[in-house]
Nanobody
C-alpha cells in the first residue's frame, strides 16, 4: 500500500485546512485509515481513525469537535478536515493504513505516508 498525503500549509489561528491522503496498491475499502501527527520536538501522537468495517470514527481528546476524518472509497482518499486550528496543532501530519479495525496505536498501523506539514501561526 502506498499513501500520499497532501494539503498542509501555513494557516492563521482559527483557520481551516483539509488534508488528503490517497491510497493505492490495495482495495481501499478493506483498509482502516488513521491520521497521526508529530509536533516539533515531541513524539508522534494519534489524531483520528476511521474503521474499514463499520465506518466508526475515533478522535483524540485534543482535537475532538474541531477535526473530522472522512473517506471516499470511490476515490481511495481519506480526509482530515481541520477547523478552529490552534498553534498547538502545528505538526507534521501522517496518514496511515492497516488491514484490521481502526486503532489508536501507531505501532499497529502497517503503512505510512510521507507526512505533510501544518503550521498554525499568525
Amino acid at each position: 500500500v502506498q499513501l500520499q498525503a497532501s494539503g498542509g500549509g501555513l494557516v492563521q489561528p482559527g483557520g481551516s485546512l483539509r488534508l488528503s491522503c490517497v491510497a493505492s496498491g490495495r482495495t481501499f475499502s478493506m483498509l482502516s485509515m488513521g491520521w497521526f501527527r508529530r509536533p516539533p520536538g515531541k513524539e508522534r501522537e494519534f489524531v483520528a481513525a476511521n474503521s474499514r468495517r463499520n465506518g466508526g470514527t475515533y478522535y483524540s481528546d485534543s482535537i475532538r469537535g474541531r477535526f473530522t476524518i472522512s473517506r471516499d472509497n470511490a476515490k481511495n482518499v481519506v480526509y482530515l478536515q481541520m477547523n478552529s486550528l490552534k498553534p498547538e496543532d502545528t505538526a507534521v501530519y501522517y496518514c496511515a493504513a492497516r488491514s484490521g479495525v481502526a486503532v489508536r496505536s501507531a505501532g499497529r498501523f502497517d503503512y505510512w505516508g510521507q507526512g505533510t506539514l501544518v503550521t498554525v501561526s499568525s
